[in-house]
């Protein structure tokens, strides 16, 4: 079974990397390969499947929709777009002066705020729009100008003028807006690609203050903090701020596709009729997942179990081998390593039947569903143990003099 869908993988997609396992079905989480072996799913497909696998309130709401409408088209409008739209901002406390756009990635959704970046520059004569070193905002072009990573950008060039990183200091922000010229700065609140790294204390308040100061915008990438990843459902909500825009994706209908952009204020009239749209963008077979999910996650009060899940997963890996500490909030976790050891400890839990990821050469990334119980809990400790002491085997300690 193994080796033919492994040379139909290498023949038939595009050649962009290797693929692990070829699953076939799941259940909370817990998913099954197709010669039935079981894994513990810690990543979630990338802080995605915020339900786990195979969630009837998602299920149910994906079929019942299907007999119903699936698409119409940005022409006309349906029941659940504009309960969606009142929904998100309402989570994300826009009040009235709130819009929502809803596309069908997080690609998408900061492709659209790239464009409201450049429309809120217009008006203010000023062209720079600022990203941190190490971001990840996608891989479409203009995403991929506000990506700095040499094996992401090269191969691509010449990539969209007008963008510039920034170091993650308070110093360097301050600098970077000294030159006058910045129309926007896109943050993530916790950046997920680069490992789970956190801003300064403080960051996320000094951007506010420089981008108001300076007539810019606050653009957050929440695509992989919000939807409740972090325990509130943007992870701006744990900072004292508002921002101008939010992106969001992944985690917000639980693995059906769809991404968009919540504006504040006026940055919520920069858009007008004619100027940027999807086709499937918003169509009520998303809408109807994204309900589910978010309604479900509200009724059940989830992100109280993902915010004591998240502390408990954080406190108890510290004692681990490798593992010098932990980091992130809620249930979007970086497990730091004394050693690059990353990608040996994941393909060693892979085998153990267990997904986690390394999206650093020192950093395990797990983003569990909200879902999770404490039995996964310790069952993840067991099995994350043994991928540890397995790969400790490998690389023992060097004796100290
Ligand atoms: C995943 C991710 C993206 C890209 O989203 P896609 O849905 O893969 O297009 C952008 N920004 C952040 C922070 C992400 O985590």
Redesign the pocket.
């Known amino acids: 079974m193994t080796n033919d869908w492994t040379q139909a993988a290498e023949r038939d997609l595009m050649s962009l990397g290797s693929r692990g396992r070829m699953f076939t079905h799941g259940s909370g989480s817990v998913i099954y390969d197709a010669d039935g072996n079981r894994y513990l799913d810690f990543l979630g497909g ?2 995605t499947n915020c339900l786990g696998h195979a969630h009837p309130v998602l299920a149910e709401a994906i079929a019942e929709q299907a007999t119903k409408l699936v698409h119409v088209s940005n022409y006309f409008t349906t029941p659940q777009q504009l309960e969606l739209a009142a929904r998100l901002k309402r989570l994300a406390g826009t009040g009235d002066a709130g819009r929502v756009f809803l596309a069908n ?6 492709e659209t705020a790239f464009k409201l970046a450049r429309l809120h520059g217009q008006k203010t004569g000023k062209t720079t729009i600022l990203h941190l070193d190490s ?6 072009m203009g ?1 991929l100008s506000l990506t700095p990573k040499a094996a992401y950008q090269n191969p691509f060039a010449p990539l969209v003028p007008g963008t510039r990183a920034v170091g993650r200091t308070i110093e360097a922000l301050e600098a970077a807006f000294a030159a006058g010229d910045v129309a926007a700065i896109f943050i ?1 609140p916790i ?3 680069a490992g789970v790294v956190e801003l300064p204390d403080g960051f996320l308040r000094r951007a506010r203050e420089l981008t108001t100061a300076n007539d810019a915008l606050l653009i957050l ?5 919000g939807s409740g990843r972090t325990g509130q459902w943007f992870a701006f909500q744990h900072e004292d701020i508002v921002p101008d825009a939010v ?1 969001f ?2 985690g917000i209908a639980a693995g059906f ?1 769809m ?1 968009g952009l919540i504006t504040f204020g006026a940055a919520s009239e920069l858009f007008a009729p004619g100027m940027h749209n999807s086709t499937f963008g918003g169509n009520p077979l998303a809408s109807a997942a994204a309900n589910a999910v978010l309604g479900y996650i509200e009724s059940e009060n989830l992100l109280e179990n993902v915010r004591a899940r998240g502390e408990e997963l954080r406190t108890s890996v510290v004692d681990l081998p490798f593992v010098t500490g932990a980091r992130g909030a809620g249930l979007l976790v970086g497990i730091t390593l004394s050693e690059p050891v990353a990608a040996d400890i994941a393909a060693e839990a892979l085998k153990l039947g267990l997904i986690i990821n390394a999206p650093a050469p020192d950093v395990i990334r797990i983003a569990p569903a909200y879902t999770v119980g404490e039995s996964e809990i310790t069952e993840f400790l067991d099995v994350f143990g043994q991928a540890l002491a397995a790969v400790r085997e490998e690389h023992p300690v060097e004796a100290t003099a």
């Open positions: 990338i802080a990635s997080g690609t998408e959704a900061n971001a990840f905002h996608g891989r479409s995403a993530e950046q997920g690609e990438d929440e695509i992989q903090t992106t994706a992944k596709p991404g």
